[in-house]
């Protein structure tokens, strides 16, 4: 029997303000093992060099296909690459971070062999700091979930910490009907919940996929409190579907909500709890009606818990001063 021929995947690398890590990105991408790519560069209207050098690259390699707009942000540019892919499969890269050269090969063999719309591999985290990289290895639990609940369950339990668009590859029907929240931040967060219910299964390798890089003027690492404040509502749109849908799962959704709010009353306490009362206030309340519902499985969340009601302010230093403890703020 002729061996099937491997379908095009499309790859989607959003570009702004990244010229000095973009080659070594696109690089990655080009040096895969799996060849059959139509690589789709997003220029989102990007004042330095990122929009001539993907021209650069496509000059010399017709899988790349490069598109200029304005600057609408990363839910849009994704969304536009989402608009012009033609790949069967899907892949999210941004344009800081990198792939290992087995990447995209191994994902699509995972989802083909198990017949899922979805798989999903490790990754490394790279830290940068004092000019040095220091890089760890963020494993996952290997398995394949069939079923929409347990895709919940899932990632908001166990697989908490991995609910984002890259280091997975997606078949290109879940995204018939999905497209980012254009103008927010966390945007991950927002859309992932609608990818698993159009998804509906995922295979799970415990096998680094992807190079994440984190720098100091990254989304984590940044300072402004409205931009994290947009992780408190994604997590708070996720709830409204368990509680429509799968209200048993109700504990563990409130459980990322506790831990989020303990995170921003970090960050607030950091940046000046009087200047940012308003959402302070919006945090604290948030914590306070999600305590009852929460699982609590944790004893970190067991013991915020009861911090919280002996001081809230007193919780809030206290994550503050485990966030700095943790490289986190």
Known sequence: MAKQKEPCISVIIPMYKVEIYLKRCLDSVLNQNYQNLEIIAVDDGSPDRCGAIAEEYAARDERIKVIHQKNQGLSCARNTGIEAATGEWIFFVDSDDELPENAIRLLWETAEKEQVLMSMGGYYVCIHKNGKVEKKQVHVIPQVLRTVEGLHTHFLSDGK???????????????????????????????FPAIIE????????????????????????????????????????????????????????????????????????????????????????????????????????????????????????????????????
């Not at 910490?161 to 879940?174: E, Q």
């Not at 209200?247 to 009087?274: N, Q, V, W």
Request: proline share 2%; net charge positive; hydrophobic share 40%.
């Open 161 to 191: 910490n991995f609910n984002y668009v890259w280091m997975k590859l997606y078949h290109r029907s879940v995204f018939e009907k999905v497209r980012f929240s254009e103008g927010k931040y966390y945007e991950d967060i927002y859309i």
């Open 198 to 329: 159009a998804a509906g299964s995922v295979a799970i390798v415990d096998v680094p996929v992807y190079y994440y890089h984190l720098r100091d003027n990254s989304i984590t690492f940044g300072s402004k409190i409205p931009t994290h404040m947009d992780g408190m509502y994604a997590r708070l749109e996720w709830k409204k579907l368990v509680e429509q849908k799968y209200p048993k799962l109700l504990c563990y959704s409130a459980d990322t909500i506790l831990e989020f709010c303990c995170y921003l009353m970090g960050k607030i306490s950091l940046h000046g709890r009087r200047k940012h009362m308003d959402y302070w206030n919006q945090v604290t309340d948030c914590f306070q009606r999600n305590i009852s519902l929460a699982a609590k499985k944790s004893i970190y969340l067991k013991a915020v818990v009861i911090l919280f009601y002996v001081s809230p302010v007193l919780l809030g230093k206290m994550c503050c001063l485990y966030s700095r403890i943790k490289n986190s703020l």
